[in-house]
């Protein structure tokens, strides 16, 4: 091939997401496969939102308004915060990218705990910024270090809390020390994809700290407790002249017709929110349990998956289970090859997912 991409894509690896359950049951042949792999809601999509998806079919002939007014002014009230505090984006991985083209770039640092969130470091890379990893303290991020690794050329610092796929997760008191050390050139982002899962004492609502540090922006998404995984919605939320910035590189019809009308209605639906919180407090603590009886080491649990340490290495184990069915996510890439993560699922595929790795172990 002739043609050359810029340097730094040829060190890119393209992220390995969950194995989808479609393609397992095709290989095996069969129909009650479950994953538990990619932090999903396991209740779904809610019914208020399939109906309001149904009839804005009707429309999919036009373009989405860009700018999504009523989603961002619904979002608006929900949270508190003004409209042009917000920007949307496909995923919150588009916001990430976004970022990245907005603030890095080659000669650009961008700091990252070992074991963060994978889409961080492919969407630095992938606009010639310099990565860099600073070593994780028990799995979790070190901000310490990571403040203290700042430099000249450092833009761009992301945070997850809880981080994905360790569970590890930090304090408001932590985040406080860490906000003051960071210079104002500087921006946080914090990434909150699992905040409306978080037990409210103890979890550092990102939001109630926009006032005090401009240069922070807190990124949240619908895919996980909301379950609109499948039609890709996120946002972020920062003061109105960072948010106006971001608006620049904003591709735009970035958010479809049917992921704004699925998000107003998500946020409309309080039961089904409140039955996945229910569901994800019990299942998670029921997984936790099941598997310390096992003897496995877990990293702590939090947001709607647990990563355990398998005895040996987690390929086979991983295999094993996805031969019975069950799909799990292998964590390899982010270099923690003794370690499996699971998804919070429905109590019956959450007793599935425990029968199964007893019979397996
Ligand atoms: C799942 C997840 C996201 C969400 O990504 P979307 O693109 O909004 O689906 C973002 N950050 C972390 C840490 C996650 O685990």
């Known amino acids: 091939m002739s043609v050359q991409p810029m340097p730094w894509v040829q060190g890119l690896q393209p992220y390995q997401p969950g194995k989808p359950l479609a393609a397992l049951e095709r290989e095996l042949g069969i129909r009650d496969a479950i994953k538990l792999a990619s932090n999903e809601n396991p209740l779904g999509t809610s019914v208020l939102v399939q109906e309001a998806i149904s009839a804005a ?17 619904a979002l608006s009230r929900k949270l508190t915060v003004t409209e042009n505090q917000i920007l949307l984006g496909n995923g919150s991985d588009e916001i990430i990218t976004m970022l990245c083209r907005c603030f890095a770039g080659p000669g650009v640092e961008v700091i990252v705990s070992q074991y963060a969130f994978s889409a961080y470091a492919i969407a630095a890379r992938s606009v010639g910024a310099e990565l860099i990893q600073v070593p994780a303290t028990e799995y979790g991020h070190d901000l310490d270090a990571m403040a203290a690794r700042i430099g000249s050329a450092t833009r761009l610092i992301f945070l997850a809390n809880p981080n994905n796929p360790t569970g590890t997760h930090f304090s408001a008191a932590a985040l406080d020390a860490f906000l003051a050390q960071v210079p104002e050139q500087v921006l946080v982002v914090l990434d909150e994809a699992y905040a409306e899962l978080m037990p409210a004492e103890n979890y550092p609502n990102g939001l109630e700290r926009l006032s005090r540090y401009p240069n922070l922006l807190v990124t949240r998404t619908f895919s996980k407790a909301y379950g609109l995984a499948g039609l890709r919605l996120g946002y972020a939320i920062a003061n109105p002249e960072l948010i106006a910035l971001l608006e620049r590189l904003r591709l735009p019809f970035n958010v ?27 299942g998670l603590a029921l997984l936790e349990q099941g598997l310390k009886k096992f003897g496995l080491t877990t990293l702590p649990a939090a947001g ?22 069950v799909i799990v996510r292998p964590l ?30």
């Open 57 to 73: 079919c009707r429309v999919l002939g036009r373009y989405p308004e860009g700018a999504a007014p009523e989603l961002r002014a």
């Open 256 to 282: 479809n017709s049917l992921a704004q009308v699925a998000a107003i209605a998500a946020l409309a639906d309080h039961e089904h929110l409140q039955a996945t919180l229910t569901n994800n407090r019990i």
């Open 304 to 325: 709607n998956f647990i990563t355990f340490f398998t005895p040996g290495l987690a390929q086979p184990l991983y295999e094993a289970l996805l031969q019975r069915g």
């Open 332 to 361: 390899l890439p982010y270099g923690l090859p003794s370690q499996l993560r699971v998804s919070v699922g429905n109590p019956q595929e959450n007793q599935r997912f425990l029968q199964t790795l007893g019979e397996v172990l």
